[in-house]
Structure formats: structure tokens, C-alpha cells
């Protein structure tokens, strides 16, 4: 991976952004990477001033999720809630859920957590509401699926973690 982290989160943030302009404009996908890196990608539009973003990483999430689109909505419908499809889903929402499971699928090099952490953040930058609690659900069920023996390696290093902490306080205790 390269890039700083407030570069990644960059990328994430304006590939979210191109997503949702593919998604309603119908705009080619090429066509509105060339756009984001020449024209908004560390500029300012309207008195906002967009971040600096690692461009490989954008180009590749905006590229990967508009090519597997298809594959990666045959993985996100199954993990909403009953009753909910893609198509009823906020625009901007479906695009942070195409590129959360696109990194979890595509980017083995991007750890779970942080594919869930970055998408989960851009979902409370866009929403004020319940959406970041179900960008966080969607992406857990998918990451479980996905990735499972990583998560399990996390699971069981948190729980050694917890392990150690309990002995030191014990240790301590008996200390004083």
C-alpha cells in the first residue's frame, strides 16, 4: 500500500464521490478519474477544499469496484438486512459499500479493521444518521465471509491481549 494514511482516506473519499457520479450520471468510469486527478483531488470547489489523495490507490478502488460491480453486488445484497436491496439503498451508501467490499475482497494488503474503520468514518463524514451503524454491519458479515481467518487471528490476538492485561492487573494487585 502505498501513500500516507490521510492520503489513503483521501483516495477512499473521493473514490466514494466518483462512484456516486458514475452511479447517477452514467458518466464512463475512466472519464471520471481523469476529472477527479485533474481537476479535484486537492483543490478547491466551492469554497471546500478537497484533500490530497494517493492517486494509485484512487484509480485502482474507482476502476476495480465500477469493473467488478456485478460480483460485488452479488456479495453486499445477500449481507443487508432482510428487506433492503441495493437499488433502495442511498446512492452514497452503495458506493461506500461497493468500495468496502471491494478492498476486502481485492486488497488482502488492507487489513480488515481498516477497510471497516475508513468506510465506517466516511459513512459518519456523509450521514448524520443510522448509516455508519450499517455500513459497520454490512462490511463485518462480508469481511467474515471473506476474510474470516483474519479476523480470527485478530479475535484471538485480542484475546490474548486481554489475557496479558488481566494477569498484570492481578500481578498487581498481589504487589500491593
Excluded at 42 to 66: C, H, N, S, Y
Aim: charged share 30%; proline share 4%.
Amino acid at each position: 500500500m502505498t501513500g500516507k494514511p490521510a492520503e489513503r482516506r483521501g483516495a477512499r473519499l473521493a473514490a466514494a464521490q466518483a462512484l456516486y457520479q458514475i452511479d447517477l450520471a452514467g458518466t464512463a468510469d475512466k472519464d471520471v478519474v481523469r476529472q477527479f486527478i485533474e481537476h479535484r483531488i486537492g483543490r478547491e470547489i466551492d469554497g471546500f477544499t478537497q484533500p490530497k489523495a494517493d492517486k494509485t490507490l484512487f484509480e485502482r478502488l474507482v476502476l476495480g469496484a465500477t469493473r467488478e460491480r456485478s460480483a460485488l453486488d452479488g456479495l453486499i445484497q445477500p449481507a443487508l438486512a432482510g428487506g433492503w436491496t441495493l437499488r433502495r439503498l442511498e446512492p452514497v451508501a452503495r458506493a461506500l459499500l461497493r468500495l468496502g467490499t471491494y478492498e476486502l475482497r481485492d486488497c488482502p494488503d488492507v487489513p480488515v479493521r481498516v477497510v471497516i474503520n475508513e468506510y465506517v468514518e466516511l459513512a459518519q463524514d456523509f450521514f448524520e444518521g443510522p448509516e455508519a451503524g450499517f455500513v459497520n454491519g454490512v462490511l463485518d458479515r462480508l469481511a467474515k465471509g471473506l476474510r474470516g481467518s483474519e479476523i480470527e487471528v485478530d479475535n484471538e490476538e485480542a484475546k490474548a491481549a486481554g489475557r496479558t492485561r488481566a494477569k498484570s492487573r492481578q500481578n498487581r494487585r498481589k504487589a500491593g
